[in-house]
């Protein structure tokens, strides 16, 4: 997995607002091929987390994890009952040894969000995507603590550039955290940062930024 053009995952079948999918429909499958290719890349378990709520979406976020975590071995499925989690549902990544990896999504990954999905659970496993090596240092020299929430619509061509730059970064800095929720789901973050367009960029709650940008754009801002 080299781009996000080399993987245009989930398209094929396109899942628009909702993957609206149950049971054994949710991969077809030329996605269960391509599913099978990250997962044999992937150095490192991942454990996915999910937090329910009460919501259809929440049924079909644990359904889709269910089918994802079936797959591969590189992957454990928990989900956690009576959590504080304020944006559900969710599934956020982690490491086998606890550590959380400062991915999460907050909806269902589906439509065009499936690439950049599946490329942060490469991005987070490792070995990840190839990244120049000034561009790597730049990342890790960033100390402070980074929290980057990303607005998108499962149907936007242009969110999945940006979610994908915004995971990679996270993934190779500990101190930043690049979580997305599909709009359609979270009423109240649209209303607060006032967003009239995907993708949205909002930085540690106060620096709000729209339009697709690669992570070069992205650590400027961080900057």
Do not use: W
């Amino acid at each position: 997995v080299a781009s996000a053009k080399d993987a245009k995952m989930g398209e094929g079948k396109q899942q628009g607002e909702s993957s609206g999918e149950s049971g054994d429909d949710i991969f077809d499958a030329q996605m269960r091929a391509q599913l099978e290719t990250v997962f044999s890349r992937m150095e490192n378990p991942l454990v996915l987390k999910v937090y329910p709520d009460e919501r259809a979406v929440s049924q079909e976020l644990q359904a889709y994890m269910e089918k994802l975590t079936a797959m591969t071995d590189k992957l454990t499925l928990q989900v956690i009952e009576g959590h504080q989690e304020s944006y559900a549902p969710c599934v956020r990544l982690y490491r086998e040894d606890g550590s959380y990896t400062g991915l999460a999504f907050h909806g269902v990954p589906g439509g065009h969000e499936f690439t950049s999905f599946v490329l942060g659970l490469y991005n987070a496993s490792g070995p990840g995507q190839q990244i120049d090596e000034q561009t790597h240092q730049e990342i890790k020299d960033v100390k402070s603590s980074v929290d980057m929430k990303i607005l998108v619509s499962l149907s936007c061509t242009m969110c999945p550039d940006l979610v994908i730059a915004c995971q990679h970064i996270a993934t190779l800095n500990e101190n930043i955290c690049a979580e997305v929720y599909d709009i359609q789901h979270f009423e109240e973050l649209k209303k607060k940062y006032n967003v009239m367009s995907v993708p949205c960029l909002v930085i540690n709650d106060d620096k709000v930024s729209f339009g697709k940008k690669n992570i070069n754009q992205v650590l400027e801002l961080i900057k």
